[in-house]
T-cell receptor, first 113, second 112 residues
Framework: AQSVTQPDIHITVSEGASLELRCNYS??????LFWYVQSPGQGLQLLLK??????LVQGIKGFEAEFKRSQSSFNLRKPSVHWSDAAEYFC???????????FGIGTKLQVIP | DTEVTQTPKHLVMGMTNKKSLKCEQH?????MYWYKQKAKKPPELMFV???????INESVPSRFSPECPNSSLLNLHLHALQPEDSALYLC???????????FGPGTRLTVL
């Protein structure tokens, strides 16, 4: 069965520190991969996506993610976290041409001064 | 423009009421989606419309009735809901056959 795993439910980092959020997927073939961010009570905003090509993907707000086929991972990174980055982050995967996207359970990011 | 709009932002309704949620996009997308999101959970897919036709129904109870009157609009008609239906309802859209979905801000629904 297709699945997306985010092993960390909650992460706390200090403002200015680096961040890495983990995501692993289980799919029959290499899926399309996404990271979304959601502030409380808001919709989901697309941070970045990977379809093919360069395995290091740049997104908005200074985020990047690296696709590693050998580890079935698509981890999200940011070199220096800002207090405004505090939110819920969802990793998601889909198969090309198929509209059903599988979401991970989400990682809540807390940023402390 | 990657904006999906949803109205209303908040909705409180009784179990005997009939109400509708509205979603609109002007990106030329031909696929539109309804999701339900409970607190501290990921979004759960409810319905998918592709070229104004219902293509996916995730076994959603009939008290939820989707409608896609044209390629820009998506409605969700609500009738005889239960308190456990209280949630954030998210609309999304994408190019038909593509997976990048763009989400609206959601409607916070409370059923009393």
């Amino acid at each position: 069965a297709q699945s997306v795993t985010q092993p960390d439910i909650h992460i706390t980092v200090s403002e200015g520190a680096s961040l890495e959020l983990r995501c692993n997927y289980s799919y029959g073939a290499t899926p399309y991969l996404f990271w979304y961010v959601q502030s409380p009570g808001q919709g989901l905003q697309l941070l970045l996506k990977y379809f093919s090509g360069d395995t290091l993907v740049q997104g908005i707000k200074g985020f990047e993610a690296e696709f590693k086929r050998s580890q079935s991972s698509f981890n999200l990174r940011k070199p220096s976290v800002h207090w405004s980055d505090a939110a819920e982050y969802f990793c998601a995967a889909g198969s090309g041409g198929y509209q059903k996207v599988t979401f991970g359970i989400g990682t809540k990011l807390q940023v402390i001064p | 423009d990657t904006e999906v709009t949803q109205t209303p932002k908040h909705l409180v309704m009784g179990m005997t009421n009939k109400k509708s949620l509205k979603c609109e996009q002007h990106m030329g997308h031909r696929a539109m989606y309804w999701y339900k999101q409970k607190a501290k959970k990921p979004p759960e897919l409810m319905f998918v419309y592709s070229y104004e036709k219902l293509s996916i129904n995730e076994s959603v109870p009939s008290r939820f009735s989707p409608e896609c009157p044209n390629s820009s609009l998506l409605n969700l008609h609500l009738h005889a809901l239960q308190p456990e239906d209280s949630a954030l309802y998210l609309c999304a859209s994408s190019q038909a056959g593509a997976d990048t979905q763009y989400f609206g801000p959601g409607t916070r629904l409370t059923v009393l």
